[in-house]
């Protein structure tokens, strides 16, 4: 299936997120993007798309909670305050950095992979039509695209091993079971998001009797979003343990509402889902070190893939100019065509991990990069093994101790399928879209894939998400993330160098606009703000320069001298940056 960058991310449905245009002109009519201001705190920082979870999360720091705690409770929060993406009906990742305690023992990076899984009976050709042709109503419009939520396994796996011991999970649920029950005022980006995914929501009589006003329009700044059936799920797992989602009465009202939207789901589906911690990918840059997420995201192998070949020049004496910004396209354009190739659920295809990740490797990426674009067509994936030796929100959080969490958790679309399991108040992904329909087909997000990221049985889509934390003498950096479907990578990407290469404060870095280039479509999308001189230097070089709306929320953390400095994306109304 062809369709151009623009009508793929315009497919987010997000309202305020990800709406592209389709005009190739250079000089952007788009708002301008409003600076972040950063706050500062020695102590604690959470940085969130919501500000009630935010400071939920603040509050559990400063009851003696680590910083895994506190991702745990933003985490069960947003499912409540953020629901186009906060869940506990879909998956996602966490990359945590445990810093050397006082009792010795080492630093630790950790990655917690807890992306929802296809169910048992799903078959490579599931998202096919009668005449074998991918069919989009089925990989995101049905119960077919709604994998195994993995949200809750992980946070509370999360918990388990590497919360402080403090405070039990139930206390850690308690604020999001409060926010449920009692119901909070509608504001922000949820006010702004409701009104696009209303048509979505309203052919389910389970979800618009709760998230649209009398069943049907959507709720409006100040309204009271109370969310009964919700409250009694998180209290169940707060009474029983993680295991009372997975089985029992939820587990059968969940496979009940997806078969009966046209999935496949069972019960049993849900009863062995499990989240995975997995080895983190780990790249250099510049002397810092890089911890990301592994596949099923190919997130941090793209990363780090990016960030090598950029490290090859000088990107610091270039400044953001045309020249440097070309680099950042062709290297963004080499790494998405490996991504097509090579990426899938790791525990079914080999990912020539190592080899993608290699300073070699991009050094013979960079050997073809002259000073023109290469068309898309003429890029073909690399041969990495040769030189083998790497709607959705984010949030960040770091503690007193210099324990860090980087979380990206989605439904995929905005309010994923936007169909709520009728009496579990769970809103169910869609995220299975996220997998290949067919060898060349693209996903909503415009990312081709091939045989290796085909559906399977239990087999995990891939994702962009990119959670990652940047260590500098073993210690953190930054701590950054977003959502944005494939923009994430570029996004991480810019962040880390406009902090690392162009030493703008984290929250200029946040901030400044962004550019995105995926290997095919051909377009390169860049947010407004940037000097109409670069982008017209940039389209002289053979770029097809396409304007676009801002589509990431990178909510970071920078540790510097004079403390924790926490940036909120303003791209996201309602984000914050909490600490003291
Ligand atoms: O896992 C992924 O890469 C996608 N499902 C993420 C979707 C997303 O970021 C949508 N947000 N704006």
């Known amino acids: 299936m062809k369709r151009t960058a623009a009508t793929a991310l315009a497919l987010l449905l997000g309202g305020s997120l990800a709406l592209a245009q389709s005009a190739p002109q250079l000089a952007s009519t788009l708002p301008a993007i409003p600076q972040a201001s950063g706050i500062v705190g020695h102590y604690a920082m959470v940085v969130a798309q919501e500000r009630i979870a935010a400071r939920i999360g603040v509050e559990i720091l400063d009851r003696g909670g680590n910083a895994v705690d506190a991702a745990v409770a933003v985490g069960f929060a947003l499912a409540v305050t953020y629901p186009r993406a906060g869940n506990i009906g879909g998956g996602g990742f966490m990359v945590i950095h445990l810093a050397k305690d006082a009792r010795g023992n080492p630093a630790q990076d950790i990655a917690i992979d807890y992306r929802e899984t296809a169910p048992e009976a799903a078959t490579p050709t599931m998202f096919l039509d009668a005449g074998g042709l991918p069919d989009p109503i089925k990989s995101r419009d049905s119960g077919l695209s ?41 504001r922000d980006d949820l006010a702004d998001s409701l009104p696009a995914a209303a048509a979505k929501l309203a052919r389910f009589p389970s979800s618009a009797s709760i998230l649209l006003k009398d069943g049907g329009k959507p709720w409006q700044s100040g309204d009271r979003l109370i969310q009964a059936d919700l409250a009694d799920t998180l209290k169940a797992i707060a009474d029983k343990g993680p295991r009372a989602f997975y089985e029992g009465l939820t587990a059968k009202l969940i496979a ?32 810092r070190t890089i911890v990301s997420m592994p596949p099923p995201s190919s997130g941090g192998v793209h990363l780090i893939e990016m960030l090598n070949i ?97 979380n990206t958790y989605t439904l995929n679309f905005s309010y994923g399928l936007g ?42 889509p891939l994702s962009s998400m990119t959670p990652t934390i940047v260590l500098q003498d073993g210690k953190p950096l930054l701590v950054t993330g977003s959502p944005g479907g494939s923009r994430i990578i570029t996004a991480v990407l810019q962040v880390v160098t406009n902090v690392i290469d162009f030493q703008m404060p984290v929250d200029d870095a946040v901030s400044a606009p962004r550019l995105h280039q995926q290997w095919q479509p051909e377009d390169t999308l860049v947010e407004p703000g940037f000097d109409p001189a670069v982008l017209a230097a940039l389209a002289a070089r053979g770029h097809r320069i396409v304007p676009t709306r801002p589509g990431t929320s990178v909510n970071s953390i920078e540790v510097t001298a004079d403390g924790y400095v926490g940036a909120a994306d303003p791209r996201t109304r309602g984000s914050l940056a909490a600490g003291y």
């Open 419 to 460: 169909l709520i399991a009728d009496g579990t108040g769970v809103l169910l992904n869609n995220e299975l879209d996220d997998f290949t329909a067919k060898a060349g087909a693209s996903n909503a997000y415009g990312l081709v894939g091939f045989a290796a990221n085909l559906p399977g049985p239990h087999k995990r």
């Open 146 to 186: 709604v994998g195994v939520p993995g949200t809750v396994a992980g946070l509370a796996l999360a918990h388990d091993k590497y919360g402080s011991g403090k405070l039990s999970l139930a206390e850690l649920l308690a604020p999001a079971i409060r926010l449920a029950k009692q119901g909070f005022a509608v």
């Open 256 to 287: 009940d509402a997806v078969r009966k939207a046209g999935g496949i789901m069972t019960v049993e589906d849900l009863q062995s889902y499990r989240a995975i911690e997995r080895p983190v990918v780990r790249g250099t840059y510049r002397g």
């Open 310 to 406: 950029l490290e090859g020049y000088d990107l610091r004496h270039l400044g953001r100019g045309d020249e440097a910004l070309h680099y950042f396209i062709e290297a963004m354009k080499r790494a998405y065509a490996d991504r097509a190739v090579f990426m899938g659920d790791p525990d079914a295809v080999k990912i020539p991990q190592a080899g993608l990740i290699s300073k070699k490797y991009a050094e013979a990426l960079r050997a073809g990069i002259t000073a023109k674009a290469t068309p898309a067509a003429e890029l073909h994936a690399g041969k990495p093994a040769e030189y083998e030796g790497p709607n959705t929100t984010h949030f960040s959080v770091i503690d007193r101790d210099g324990n860090a969490v980087s």
